[in-house]
């Protein structure tokens, strides 16, 4: 007997690749021209995570054909550059930190704002890697859907709402 759109807890998955092609644009990773060849298996981390394509390939993709065809490691890419630091270490905490920022401007560390109880969201703080395609977040439906409507609006952050008005009886 839960409300699930706004108790279930849940990732995002890959709706969260959008919001990482904002972090590398934002953040320098990549541009408009960036191609990353996917090779099936990310080998930067241990253990290596995968494309979901494996053992295919997307080839060498772009940012927009990475989102298209929901390539897991062109957004993995995304999240271990974010984590080199200047002698090019991979410091975890570093990537996990710009993607948290991002995931704040599009609402996501905030209830949605449906007047009912909802679960509190829930960033992820561990593996830049596998967060970079949706993993280890903790969200409601409702928090989820305002990320999106978010994007869908050029980045404009609405609060959603049950109530359309009140009436004097």
């Keep these: 007997l839960i409300n699930r759109p706004t108790q279930q ?11 990482m092609s904002f972090v590398g644009f934002g953040e320098g ?7 990353i060849r996917d090779a099936g298996i990310f080998e930067e981390i ?8 494996y053992p295919g390939s997307h080839g060498s993709i772009n940012v927009t054909d990475a989102i298209r065809h929901s390539c897991n490691y062109f957004f993995y890419k995304i ?10 270490n991979y410091i975890d905490a570093q990537g996990l930190s710009a993607i948290q920022k991002y995931a704040e401007m599009f ?3 905030e209830y949605s704002g449906v ?15 596998r967060t970079s395609i949706g993993y280890y977040h903790d969200f409601a439906p409702v928090q ?5 409507t978010t994007v869908a609006n050029s980045g404009v952050c609405y609060d959603l709402t049950l109530i359309d008005r009140i009436l004097d009886k």
């Design 29 to 35: 990773v990549i541009n408009t021209s960036t191609r």
């Design 107 to 109: 609402g996501l560390s």
């Design 46 to 53: 241990e253990p290596s995570p995968k494309c979901w394509k």
């Design 144 to 148: 989820i859907s305002k990320y999106i």
């Design 115 to 129: 007047e009912i109880f909802e679960s509190k969201p829930l960033i992820s703080n561990k593996d830049a890697v």
């Design 9 to 19: 807890r849940t990732t995002t998955g890959s709706t969260f690749k959008p919001l």
């Design 79 to 88: 999240g271990y550059t974010l984590s080199l630091d200047a002698k090019g």
